[in-house]
């Protein structure tokens, strides 16, 4: 275990230097191609920690795809607000750890809070205006902590590709955008989202949830299985079905932070429903804030 | 000619991919260590176009250091203020393409803007506080402007090594802060000013001057002089020197924008004078606002 757990950037740095330089040379084919698994692959998945299933599929997923595997593990204080769960979010170290070594994951890169925030740190990432609709509403700062501190690790790990789950939808657009404006050199994959046998998203927040609420929590994932059903039987009305899942998450005491339908690329709301929209629900069941979406089919 | 011009970020990775698989693995001794003029070593000089000797300075630091190089000429509009010279900023390309060749540069990347900025771009990079102060006080969003294409250029080029002049100190010290920040791949250098012969530190907008303005120029780096003078004779009161600095340039007719003493890397202003602590001025003669600046020695 304590071989693979790596807690600062030029321990990681020696270690991915040296994978990279077994294969082919930096950014073949990096732009419009995809690199593949070649000889120098590394894949990386950031993570908070707190890891379940749907973590585990981004890393067999990187396992599959890449030669090498970093994990990183990183409660970043910069994406939470003030009010928000900082302080209590998640930590279960030594589990995490466990998991990783099952899924055969090369480097677990744990820094300390001055590792990724060193005295005199001052660079911030924004996107905009992708960032400012949706989570953004409610979140002001937090794809700005995202989209910085991804942006450094990708610096400090260097990977190849980089793994992040559909769960997150917006935020996986966001990174995507960064990546393409900064022209960055990993892949971004996008995985399916992971739920529980009765439907729920698998979240590192579903733990807070009391028995009454993860039932109550089954309006996300219920409400767009409803709104796939109504698109099925040739409902085109965004608005209608929209305004259908926003009720049914009320129904169930969720307060509803959004419920929305929107083009799967620039997070635009779309008037019209097609196959390929994303609709997207945040809510509130008690304390604890869930995401869930789902892309029309 | 026609063979080292590169339109497109797609052309110039292809070329650049080429030349890093010669050398040695991506990043090698990134963190810490100077990776040297190794086999795969890129050396690249970002500029606005409207070379001097300045620039030449630049690209024959990189030639020296690096078996590659590429120039870039881009007329960045974002980091122009809407009343500032974006529209008259000196475009002289074939005289520029002809420097780059006598320099030996291997590729002069010049980008429509579209290919810098195409549909959909909104990530912006920002470097606070150290962008707050000294110009940013006059022009609040043109590092915003710098450091964002800056990040993407570098993105695009993917370069070992990067070069930047003394002569805008603050941008160097703001790139320096970015590139540690987010952990990017390229060493900054920064290469000393470049005079004319009578001391003005050569610069693209020197060219706006009329012969009398050209005279008046002379204030600031006989300003800087001056303060050498008296730092060598004794005196350590950044206030004075300061003080004695910007009459000296308002005696010449001068606009003073700034004269300050301050800390090399973090740019704070300073009460003490010692060596090594950089006096900056920016100043405009008449429509024209230039900068010199003077590491204490």
Redesign the interface.
């Known amino acids: 275990m304590s071989e693979r757990l790596v807690a600062t950037?030029?321990e990681l740095?020696r270690r991915?230097?040296g994978w990279?330089?077994?294969g082919?040379?930096?950014?073949?084919?990096?732009?419009?191609t995809d690199p593949g698994a070649g000889g120098?692959a590394v894949g990386f998945v950031p993570t908070m920690g707190a890891l379940h299933a749907g973590h585990l599929s981004l890393m067999r997923r990187a396992r599959a795809e890449c030669p090498r595997v970093v994990v990183s593990i990183f409660v970043n204080p910069r994406q939470f607000g003030p009010t928000e769960d900082f302080g209590r979010y998640p930590r279960t170290l030594e589990a995490d750890l466990r998991l990783c070594a099952e899924a055969g994951v090369d480097a677990v890169f744990c820094p300390a809070p001055e590792e990724v925030y060193p005295p005199?740190?001052?660079?911030?990432?924004?996107?905009?205006?992708?960032t400012r609709r949706l989570c953004g509403l409610d979140r002001p700062d937090h794809f700005d902590g995202v989209?910085t501190v991804v942006?450094?690790l990708?610096?400090?790990v260097?990977p190849t590709h980089a793994y992040f789950g559909q769960k997150d939808y917006q935020q996986a657009s966001v990174i995507r955008?960064?990546v393409?404006?900064?022209?960055?050199?990993p892949e971004i994959v996008v995985c399916p989202i992971v739920r529980e046998a009765d439907g729920l998203a698998m979240s590192s927040r579903n733990r807070y949830l009391s028995a009454d609420e993860r039932q109550r929590a089954l309006a996300l994932c219920r409400g767009l299985e409803r709104a796939q059903e109504r698109f099925g039987a040739g409902e085109r009305d965004a608005a209608a079905v929209t305004a259908a899942l926003a009720e049914q998450l009320r129904e169930a005491g969720a307060a509803v932070d959004y419920a929305a339908a929107c083009d799967p690329v620039?997070l635009e709301p779309v008037a019209r429903l097609e196959s390929g929209t994303v609709l997207l629900v945040a809510a509130r069941i008690g304390a604890t804030r869930l995401l869930d979406n789902h892309i029309l089919e």
């Open positions: 950037a030029a740095r991915v230097d990279r330089s077994a082919p040379g930096v950014g073949a084919g990096a732009v419009g120098g005199g740190f001052q660079t911030t990432v924004s996107v905009g205006p992708l989209t942006a450094r990708f610096g400090l260097r955008r960064m393409a404006d900064l022209a960055l050199e620039d």
